[in-house]
């Protein structure tokens, strides 16, 4: 029934006809009528600490290019903001390979383990149980981050592995000091850092969260960074650290398998584009719901010229759009290896004219009137880094271990910080997730499978100016991403680009989350005439965005003004 509606919009799309372009195929907008830039010649490079931004320009001033320089800003974010991603985790990757003009979308996303038993993750009652899904080994999937390291570095880096992961290697093994967010998730997890006892020993010398100043070293990740960097994929997924993860898996009650391990690989697939008003957007597809949502939204955008409208219309139909691309979501998307997904139809122009023609002029749509309702707040872990290079190769990549420090269990001996990504799956249907995401039998757990993400690492490429863009922030990814784009097709620069103030609606809970200060009172009062309500939530995100105008050949990088620790640099 529900898909025979959606057929429905889209005949009543293709009947309107199209003002919206999907074009997947498009040439890179180019302008004759000025003289626009090859090559940047220089680089840009954003990340969420500083380390790891210096770490991509010392793999650049080594010879290495964008790829080399996100392997060791990924490995060095493993070190300093394992509260956010690492090598236990997994990331999607869109870039832009320069020499051949080429756009490619490495998956490095976590998947289940044989031996995945959705009753693992249900109280006796059938509820969801969000320890199991939360923390400890159970909530973990088998890692993606090692092997997509490995197939960037091989397939798209100048340098050997070894030369790229050198400065993660040397921060774990010399020591840092953390900052202030760092030691804020310790203390917020310290009760689930305690249950584990090589999580306690790495997180809580002396059995305390570690003080500001204090030098931390991470030698058992530096050892296993060092196989990895010595061996490849058969570094991490098989041999000492593959029987170390099966052994500290299994010895606090998960099921692993060394063959789940050897089994994993990182896949390339073919990334999401979409035509914006002559801009060309690449983005992320399944098992990301993120690209398909933001693919979604700018067709229905595409045919209102929001220029043209005050603050509160521009607004309505931007969480419109946001509304329906969430419905579809929960509704359709899954692994790609797994479900049949009907993209054609959800990236149609002409399905979304059929939707464009269900939103009213001057007044919100009720969720309840397109699907039944749950969900929560969405949380903000996971990282995000921006790089181009000299060469103008480019990469948006988005990392995760899932919510703070991951599933909070170290694997004894390895220093890997297990993801608690198990819980992105819909492991109850219709239930919301800790995201408030609601999902279906698409996104239910099966052996080998990938959990559906909200990652949308993005390159935008405009007649004149490109961005690379993303952010974490669990389902807000999308509309943060999705209003980043809107805000540099706008003109933004990298650092307006990065602070613009956001909003969200997911569908479910019925409700716009709003930043602080994003609407003033005339447009608020305007809104809640139309229907909304709103909710005020922190904290939104942590974008990290460079920008290359071809006009003026100039690199601009920025880093979220909302976090400190963050680091946008040109050189
Ligand atoms: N774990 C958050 C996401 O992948 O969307």
């Known amino acids: 029934m529900k898909l025979a509606l959606r057929w429905q ?19 890179i907008p180019s302008n004759h009528a000025v003289q626009l830039a090859q090559r940047p010649g220089h680089a840009g490079i954003a990340s969420a600490n500083a380390l790891a931004t210096e770490a991509g320009f010392e793999v650049l001033a080594k010879g290495g290019n964008a790829f080399d320089a996100a392997v060791a800003v990924a490995s060095t974010l493993s070190i300093v903001e394992p509260e956010s991603s690492g090598i236990g985790g997994g990331f999607m990757a869109t870039m832009h390979i320069a020499a051949s003009n080429r756009d490619v979308f490495v998956d490095a996303r976590e998947m289940a383990p044989a031996a995945v038993d959705a009753k693992d993750y249900l109280n006796p009652d059938g509820t969801p149980n969000r320890d199991t899904s939360l923390k400890g080994p159970l909530s ?26 050198a400065p993660a290697i040397r921060t774990a093994r010399d020591g840092f000091k953390p900052d202030s967010r760092l030691l804020g998730s310790i203390q917020e997890e310290q009760k689930n850092l305690m249950r584990w006892p090589a999580s306690a020993a790495k997180y809580l010398p002396d059995g305390k969260v570690p003080a500001a100043g204090d030098i931390w070293r991470d030698p058992d990740q530096a050892h296993t960074l060092e196989l990895l960097a010595q ?88 969480i419109e759009a946001m509304r329906r691309a969430f419905r579809d979501h929960n509704d359709y998307l899954g692994d790609p290896d797994f479900v049949k997904m009907p993209l054609d139809m959800l990236l149609s122009p002409y399905y979304a004219d059929g939707l464009r023609q269900s939103i009213l002029p001057d007044k919100a749509t009720p969720s309840s009137m397109l699907a039944p309702s749950s969900g929560q ?35 004894q001996g390895t220093g890997v910080l297990l993801n608690d990504e198990m819980d992105d799956f819909a492991l109850v249907p219709n239930k919301p997730n800790v995201y408030g995401l609601l999902g279906s039998k698409a996104n239910a757990p099966e052996p080998g499978k990938r959990m559906l993400s909200s990652m949308s690492p993005s390159i935008v490429i405009g007649p004149d100016r490109t961005a690379v863009i993303g952010s974490p922030g669990g389902s807000t990814i999308i509309t943060q991403v999705l209003e980043g784009i809107l805000a540099f097709v706008d003109g933004g620069d990298a650092h307006q680009v990065a602070a613009h103030k956001r909003f969200h609606h997911q569908f479910m809970p019925d409700v716009v989350m709003v930043e602080p200060g994003v609407f003033d009172a005339a447009t608020t009062d305007a809104l809640t005439r139309m229907g909304y309500t709103f909710k005020d939530r922190e904290p939104w995100g942590f974008m990290n965005v460079v920008i290359w105008d071809r006009r003026s050949n100039k690199l601009d990088a920025a880093s979220d003004p909302r976090r400190a620790d963050g680091l946008g640099k040109v050189q």
């Open 140 to 165: 973990a999937g088998i890692p993606g981050e090692p092997a997509g390291l490995v197939w960037i570095a091989k397939h798209y880096g100048k340098l050997p592995l070894s030369a790229s992961l």
């Open 231 to 318: 061996y490849g994929d058969s570094g991490f997924y098989s041999g000492e650290t593959a029987q170390k993860l099966v052994d500290a898996v299994n010895s606090a009650g998960g099921h692993w398998t060394l063959k789940d391990l050897a089994s994993y690989r990182a896949k390339e697939r073919t990334p999401i584009v979409v035509d914006y008003r002559g801009y060309k957007i690449i983005t992320a597809p399944p098992p990301s719901s993120g690209g398909v949502a933001i693919a979604q939204i700018l067709n229905i955008l595409s045919g209102f010229d929001l220029s043209q409208m005050d603050k509160a219309h521009r607004v309505h139909l931007e």
């Open 9 to 27: 919009a889209l005949l009543i799309g293709f009947l309107l006809g199209t003002s919206g372009a999907f074009a997947a195929d498009n040439p």
């Open 377 to 411: 707040d969405p949380g903000m872990h996971t990282t995000h880094f921006s790089i181009i290079d000299a060469d103008g190769n480019m990469v948006a990549i988005t990392s995760t271990v899932n919510y703070v420090l991951g599933s909070t269990f170290v694997a």
